[in-house]
């Protein structure tokens, strides 16, 4: 596979006709995360189905736009809708929308996503802030001929969330009341949820949380040297000895509760950062 860089400029300069003038921060909207979007000011909206060469999202809770706009005085482009293996895309698809927001300009990633508690001292309705991760998902989206076209073959991921960021977000949590787990993230290909047998194994590689996104965008974000964070609303508990049966809308629905603080913890993040 190739990175068609004709056709990621096309897509950046279509944005760009819009509107989306050189934003500074990228926002990843995960699983029933999509409420920080509507504390965008001036918004400017720009549906996948329009982006060249964009793809498109396939699941019901995820919006499918990206919206360009101020939040907190700064200039940000919020993806409401993100892509994933378990959809049928391949890495290249799901990662896609990152390269473009770093071809507008940003300066830093944020990311949020629902996930599976694996750590019992963890309980839903907590999040988690990703401190280091692990890639289950079968491959890498830096697996294709052409990638020395865009960064360094071979990325170092020692630290592949910006400490920086991340102890702001402990600084942020531990001022505002808020719990703030810290942790590891394992992601999988998913869409089907794990067995008991499954869980045992997560946790004893060392994984917090389990889900089904981030990791690619994040590996790719290393590529292209942006910093990142990421935050993840922990909506079950994956205890294999005590396991219930999945309720999909009971996920949506605690993703939905927690999140005004994960939008709390984004908004005085930005607030904070200087990107000069």
């Given at each position: 596979m ?5 056709q ?7 944005l ?9 921060i990228?926002?990843?909207?995960g ?6 979007a509507d504390?965008i ?5 720009a549906?996948?189905?329009h982006?060249?060469f964009?793809?498109?999202?396939t ?7 990206l919206?360009?706009g101020d ?5 940000v ?6 892509f ?5 895309y ?21 990311i949020s ?7 019992l001292n963890f309980k ?15 491959s890498?989206p830096l697996?294709?001929k ?5 960064g ?5 991921m ?9 102890q702001?977000l402990?600084e942020i949590?531990?001022?505002?009341g ?6 590891v993230y394992?992601?999988?290909?998913g869409p089907?949820?794990e ?17 089904m996104?981030t990791?690619?965008e994040?590996i ?9 964070v990421?935050?993840?609303v ?7 000895d005590?396991?219930?049966p ?20 984004f908004?005085?993040l ?5 990107l000069?």
């Amino acid at each position: 596979m190739i990175l068609n860089e004709k056709q990621l400029a096309e897509s950046t300069q279509y944005l760009q006709s819009k509107g989306f003038d050189k934003p500074e921060i990228g926002i990843v909207l995960g699983t029933g995360l999509g409420k920080l979007a509507d504390e965008i000011e001036n918004p400017i909206e720009a549906h996948y189905n329009h982006i060249p060469f964009f793809p498109l999202a396939t699941v019901e809770f995820h919006t499918g736009k990206l919206i360009y706009g101020d939040f907190q005085g700064k200039k940000v482009v919020v993806m409401q809708g993100r892509f994933h293996l378990y959809e049928g895309y391949d890495l290249m698809d799901v990662t896609y929308p990152i390269r473009v927001m770093h071809q507008l300009g940003i300066k830093k990633l944020f990311i949020s996503n629902a996930s599976g508690a694996l750590n019992l001292n963890f309980k839903k309705g907590d999040m988690m802030l990703i401190e280091d991760h692990i890639n289950l998902q079968g491959s890498s989206p830096l697996a294709f001929k052409n990638v020395a076209n865009f960064g360094d073959r071979f990325v170092d991921m020692l630290e592949p969330y910006d400490v920086d960021m991340r102890q702001k977000l402990i600084e942020i949590a531990k001022r505002e009341g808020i719990t703030l787990q810290r942790g590891v993230y394992v992601s999988v290909v998913g869409p089907q949820l794990e067995t008991k047998a499954e869980y045992r194994m997560l946790k004893i590689i060392g994984a917090d949380a389990v889900g089904m996104s981030t990791v690619p965008e994040v590996i790719v974000a290393n590529h292209l040297e942006l910093p990142i964070v990421a935050v993840s609303v922990l909506t079950d508990e994956c205890d294999p000895d005590n396991l219930n049966p999945v309720n999909i809308q009971e996920i949506i629905e605690i993703a939905g509760n927690t999140e005004p603080k994960m939008v709390k913890l984004f908004r005085e993040l930005t607030k904070q950062l200087s990107l000069t």
